[in-house]
């Protein structure tokens, strides 16, 4: 049982938190001539005006809620993974190169293969920077980071030389449309939501399984708890590390194919979008946990919609929201480190708690 | 011939904003902080290095104030950001690579946000020109490698000598790599470790911000959300490529600049040439195969580079 004041403490930093994000984003939108009061109701209100615009939510929930869990599970093994986006390109080139030249392959089988080629071919991408850091020492957030540029201008040429739809006449880069059998069937009729959210579901379960119900979860963590602890203990560390990173790329391999075969329908110049920055937001949001991704990709997502409806509805640019998440990281970053603090919460309960110590004994007399 | 020259010309105008970036961060890393942020602040550098001359004097020829106006904006918002992310991590003793993201995107983001709505679109500014220095240019070859650039790039190569002897010479330098390489030490001393780890953060954010204003005005010559491209990690692997040596660094950054000024002058000479991509990605690959086999310099670096200092703990 946590006592009263501790719950009271992190509450209020929490709050405290969310009000110094909201007021920096305040005055952001006001440096910018915007409307504060309309844009953020802007941000919450459109995803619930119908079921359409939130549909629009959840096709961005889904490839950051994959994308998530992937790092969730690498920065529990003690490997931050900033390479999401590249590896989610290298997804994306893998399941076009299915979904454009398969199209005779049953759907109930065109689809999982296109998948797991994304997988496959996103946990390849992710294995490098695993194991530079495991065998060579590399700092992955150097190496992740270097691996988004030479992805994203692999991804470039590869629509633009071989993958290129012969038919567009306009000159934009983009690859021929997936066959029939390999789109992520929509849901309901007039709403964008596919297929895809059954596997995020599905990530999901599997993911806080792999985590916290077996060997090689509990190895993970305990590798990246203290690497020096889990070594001392027989645990394979530099082996952990780079299947977390294997993992961690598969998901976001995954996640580019169900973007590309729910929601684009073809590769096309920046279709990752940020996912996958916005994915380490989301994990740390999520508190690294996988049943806390979800309300935190829900949230996420509805940040990413509302990049929308700012440049229809508002002068506020766009942008606005990459900003909005790089506070939240600096903020999250910072209210952990005061939450797990016990002097300044010590400090806390003789200010505002130690009067009524003698209340509370009676009560519970 | 013009190849190399102009290659080798644009290499030396160029390698600055690098240089000057990763001379930043070499300033925070002695002081054992990992600033992953630098491309944030570098991206807001070099908004306001577009903005000032832009808004006062529009697309044309700005006197020379205002360019200078302009890089002491990027240099004091450079500063400003450097605080905040010591309040992030040595204040509240954040993990250094995951604020570092958050600064990366904060000053992103905000670059972007202001520059839609201050600027618009994509315009172009004259910036800096560069000029020849008389009778020197007229050396053949070597005279346009190194004598036709404008008197920034002068004084930011003069940066290396006095980046080194601040480092390596003087008191505040000693504390400096004192505080990156054994904190408690240093705080039994006397030595503030705070204070020495924000005045570092001071100087690399100023850097970073220079970096980015030069970016705008000497080199890009206009701006766009994501200017930076990179450039900014790129300069924090030159930290460890060069060793956390000034020396080093400006070598690394006058190698990899090359590499980048070649594949855009190869787009420029060979038009024909149909895989510009592959040399578009040589830089972040030469970055990667840097740091995988410069494994050792690892252990050079301050040994407590990215751990935040409790007083208060005991070891």
Redesign the interface.
Known sequence: MMNNYKIAYKVSVVVIAVLAALLVGAI?II???GDVFNTYWIIISMPFMSMRTFSEVLIRMIPLLIIALGIAVSSRSGI?N?GAEGQMYMGIIAATVLATNCGSLPKIILVPLCIIAGGVAGGLYGFIPGW?KAK????E???T???N??AT??F??CI??PLLDPTEKSGTPMSRRVAENATLTRLFPGMSLHQGIFLAVILVVVIYILLFKTTWGYKMRAAGASSRAARYGGINVSRYLIISMVISGACAGMAGAVELMGVQGRAVAGMTGGYG?SG??VA?FGALHPLWIVPASFFFGILLYSQVNLQILT????????????????I???V???ISNP?SMERFRKRFFAGRKKQNIRKEA | MDFIVNTLTLTVRFAVTLMIASMGEMFNQKAGIFN?GCE?IMSMGAFLGMLIPFTMIGAGQAPWYVNILGLVAATVCGILLGL?FG??VIT????Q??????????????A???????IGGTQSIVGISSMEIPLLSKIPVLGKILFTHNPLVYFAYLLVPVAWYVIFKTPWGLKVRAVGTHPRAADSLGINVTKIRFQSLAVGGAMAGFAGAFLTLCQAKMFN?DII??RG??A??LV?FGQWHPVKIFLGALLFTFAQTLQTQIQIFVPKF??Y??L??LP??L??VV???N?KS?RLGPAALGRPFNR?MRV
């Open positions: 952001i440096a910018v001539g931050i900033i530079l060579l020492e590399v700092s957030l150097l190496s980071v270097m691996l540029y030479v201008q692999f470039n040429f633009r030389v920055f380490v937001v740390l002068s506020v640019p766009p942008n606005l929201v990459k900003a909005l998440q790089g506070l939240i990281i600096l999250i970053v910072a952990q480190m005061v002097y | 992953l944030g905040i309040v992030i509240f003793r954040a993990p690579g995951i604020a570092g993201i958050g600064m990366q995107m904060f000053g992103v983001g905000l972007g946000t202001f520059f839609r709505s201050y959300a491209n990179g990690f790129i924090v692997a460890y149909q895989y991509e592959f578009t990605m972040y690959i970055v990667i740091l995988a086999f494994r690892n208060e």
